[in-house]
């Protein structure tokens, strides 16, 4: 048995050609992160793929289901696990030419299902509304009229609903496709017995006629109404990444490029590295780059999330999608294609937009064992009803079962969190938070504690370079500062840079750097003409055993109180003096950690700075703790101690020191302005890099989950009172009955309510 499930499995898989590449999933993420590279449903619970956005097309559209993530292939098709139909996984023209394609599709099968339904219930209803069809024709002849009627919407218009709920028993996962095929395959299949084979059914199940009474018209209208439901549906998901849809538009088709001297509008897909591109008032910067010549200022907003206009000139770096305001100047293409911030925010919402929150784990146990307990109170319900249920019983009985397959459809359940994600996401991508992964959704609003770096967190990571003071008669400051200049030009440290460009002011010229060595936490050395230069901290004198003497040390502490960062220089092992710089605290640090505070948390800075620099700034911003001299591990080892301490903690940090603590923290928070690794490292990214982007990752948090649990909540509790009244449990008490007709509409409306729940988070 075990050998026939896996070789269906495999057959199923092959047939939708997954690929780790592909470019569809399913958004209930039902196979983890697997894609299809074809539109189509999902194989597991049924639901359409949907297709992953990018600014740039693959070779090949790859297609997913969107509830099962993982599932993928070239082409369109259904997911092997729910069912559903696949959907492509970029969004681009042709993928919102699909779209509408299968909507279209589907909302043509809708219109052919509803003029078959139509004179289906009318004639079933006739008898009710005061119209005798007797006159006409037999009851039995009429019978062969609904089945005529009702077989196309069965075998044209919902036959993908019958083939995803056979796949789901065949691959051992049931879901709302087992019951909605098991309830209105029943009735449709009793229907044609009973017309077929009459003399066989007890009288209960007859008229006075002679004629045993049908469902075609239940069959039916059930999946119509559910066909209804899945256009809905497949409408609403469409706006679900319209915030993606958004940034895209963001990205002009062309560009104007100078090339030979002479100007060219070509397509942007052409624009290559380095390229000059001119930009005029009011047009969409097309890549990254650098301006070279000419200033303007720049609306950031739809990156950053800041509204403010940012002064840029010479220099400068400008970023792809935002937008010019009145200057004309030109740039040079950094970089293009997928490599551009925009490109990446997107790909890191839709990697996002395909992991699972904690909180989802719950939905997805329950989900597990709810198909099979709802098929038990079925079986229970026709069984009461059987025994106890008034006449005719089994009439009472089989519309039960019946009302209790359809009503109970998992399918909302499923939906809560993935489509709260999805849109949260998006949102979050709009106002410069990127999340790269949704459990940090989950975790960000229960974090207490907040660790931040200092330099490039709170400070702009931009020092400058303040004193150069050298130690005994050997050196003087010029010579001193050529020295440290030549050596931190072989250092990619934000401190190197201001050193490099203070001695570039002052007109100096470095020098030749032989055997650099990097100590992590400690400084640099190397050769130069023979000498041996090391630029470091105060671990790097004890490390190389430098004396030093009182009055020095009161200097460079005096230095260090007022915010400066002080680093020793040592010449062929001996003191030769120091230079300090000053890195300029970023003007929304303050405001961000007040308001954090307010909201509760902790805010402690671990710096690799020294304790009276760190101090300076500690206690300009009024946090709750510092530390300092920490080497990368010591700030892991700290992050580790707070979570023992039952904490909930948040890191943010911009460089490679920070990375270990990224990871070890329950949310890691990079800064956008930082390096790859710590990007890398972190969950969360801040486009700006600024903390006030740690209150608006805060309150995103706040939203979605609270819309996660209001679906949830919407979910459990139809199913809690559905499932019990579609049984029959008020028909002892008040003679009601729900029939299996608006059992279906109920279903698709639950559906449906999730969906537009989720989409208020917009």
Known sequence: MEHNHKHTTEQSVSNKSLSSNGQYYCPMLCEGDKKYDQPGDCPVCGMDLVREEKTAQSDKTQYTCPMHPEVEQDHPGSCPKCGMDLEPKEVSDDADDGEQKAYRRQLNKFWVAMIFTIPVVFIAMSDYIGISLAMIASETTW????????TPVVFYSC?????????????KSPNMWTLISLGAGAAYLFSIIALVFPDIFPDQFKSE???????????????????????????????????????????????????????????????????????????????????????????????????????????DEVIGGTINGT???????????????????????????????????????????????????????????????????????????VTVLIIACPCALGLATPMSIMVGTGKGAKQGVLVKDARAIEEMHKVTTLVIDKTGTITQGKP???????????????????????????????????????????????LDVSNFDSITGKGITGTIDGRQVAIGNRRLLEQLEVKTDEQF???????????????????????????????PIKEASASAIKTLQDQGLEVIML???????????????????????????????KVKALQQQGKKVA???????????????????????????????????????????????????????????????????????????????????????????????????????VIGNSLRLR
């Open 327 to 401: 200057g004309t100047f030109q740039m040079k293409a950094l970089k293009v294609g997928s490599d551009t911030l925009l490109s990446q925010i997107i790909d890191m919402v839709n990697k996002a937009s395909r992991t699972k929150a904690p909180i989802q784990n719950l939905a997805d146990k329950v989900s597990g064992y709810f198909v099979p307990v709802v098929v038990v109170i079925a079986i229970i319900s026709f069984i009461v009803w059987t025994v106890w249920g008034p006449d005719p019983a089994l009439v009472y009985a089989f519309t039960s079962a």
């Open 607 to 637: 710096t690799g700075d020294n304790k009276n620099t760190a101090k300076a700034v500690a206690d300009k911003l009024g946090l709750d703790g510092y530390e300092a001299d920490l080497l990368p591990e010591n700030k892991y080892e």
């Open 553 to 583: 040390l009161d200097e460079v502490t005096k230095r260090q109180s007022e915010g400066e960062t002080v680093m020793f220089v040592i010449i062929d092992q001996l003191l030769a003096g120091y230079i300090s710089v000053a890195d």
């Open 464 to 510: 400058a370079l303040q004193q150069v003071q050298s130690y005994g008669d050997q050196y003087s400051d010029e010579e001193l500062l050529k020295l440290v200049a030549s050596l931190e030009n072989n250092s990619e440290h934000p401190l190197a840079h201001a050193i490099i460009s203070g001695a570039e002011a002052q007109g100096i010229k470095t």
């Open 209 to 315: 006629g002679g004629a045993v009474h049908l469902y075609f018209e239940a069959a039916t209208v059930i999946l119509t109404l559910i066909l209804l439901g899945q256009v809905l549906e497949a409408r609403a998901r469409g706006k679900t990444n319209s915030a993606i849809r958004e940034l895209l538009n963001l990205v002009p088709p062309e560009a104007t490029v100078i090339r030979d001297g002479e100007e060219k509008v070509i397509p942007l897909e052409h624009v290559t590295l380095n390229d000059i591109i001119k930009i005029k008032p009011g047009e969409k910067i097309p890549v990254d780059g650098e301006i070279t010549s000419g200033k303007s200022t720049l609306d950031e907003s739809m990156i950053t999330g800041e509204p403010v206009p940012v002064k840029k000139t010479e220099g």
């Open 143 to 150: 019978g062969w009229v609904e089945f005529a009627l009702s």
């Open 159 to 171: 036959r993908e609903f019958f083939v995803r709920g056979y796949r789901s028993v065949i691959n």
């Open 651 to 753: 890191m943010a940090g911009d460089g490679i020191n920070d990375a270990p603590a990224l990871a070890q923290a329950d949310v890691g928070i990079a800064m956008g302005t930082g390096t790859d690794v710590a990007i890398e490292s972190a969950s969360l990214t801040l486009v700006k890099g600024e903390l006030d982007g740690i209150v608006r990752a805060r309150k995103l948090s706040t939203d979605v989950m609270r819309n996660i649990k209001q679906n949830l909540f919407f979910a459990f509790i139809y199913n809690a009172l559905c499932v019990p009244i579609a049984a029959g449990i008020l028909f002892p008490f008040f003679g009601l009955l729900l029939s299996p007709m608006l059992a279906a509409a109920a279903m698709s409306l639950s559906s449906i309510s």
